[in-house]
């Protein structure tokens, strides 16, 4: 009911790991970063700021998805819920991380151009038409 729901943008920067938890439930996850640019009125240069990163899991339909489209160095828009984990390291140190449960992942278009491979999607029995593709995998071209 209070979640916090968010869009971020930015890089991969692991590859997609498909793992499971403890009750058996698989879940794909991967790393992201989004840094923060600002232009420096003095100079008119664009600088690099802050980096956040963000732990990226997805489940279901959209861990399929993923796994055919998304890798480490893609620019991708997520959005979903965040949520703070905390840890102990093995080392005894207490950490926090930014988890973000995905709703929706797809390549960020301001930074690279998509070449959508469609398949064929069956409605009532019949033959696919292109009118009743639907897309299956992605070509990223940056």
Not at 22 to 44: K, Q
């Amino acid at each position: 009911m209070y979640e916090t729901h968010g869009t971020v943008v930015g890089t991969v920067i692991t590859g997609p790991v498909t793992r499971s938890n403890a009750a058996g439930d698989e879940f794909l996850s991967f790393r992201m970063a989004s840094t923060v640019r600002r232009r420096d009125h003095a100079t008119g240069e664009w600088r690099d700021g802050s980096t956040l990163y963000v732990t990226v899991t997805c489940r279901r339909r959209l861990m399929a998805g993923v796994v055919q489209s998304i890798a480490k160095g893609d620019p991708v828009i997520v959005t979903g819920e965040l949520r703070t984990t905390e840890y102990t390291t093995r080392d005894g140190i207490a950490r926090s991380d930014l988890e973000l449960s995905a709703t929706a992942i797809g390549p960020d278009l301001a930074r690279c151009t998509v070449v959508l491979e469609r398949a064929p999607r069956t409605g009532d029995g019949g033959a696919a038409t292109p009118e009743t593709e639907q897309v299956a995998t992605r070509s990223l071209v940056a």
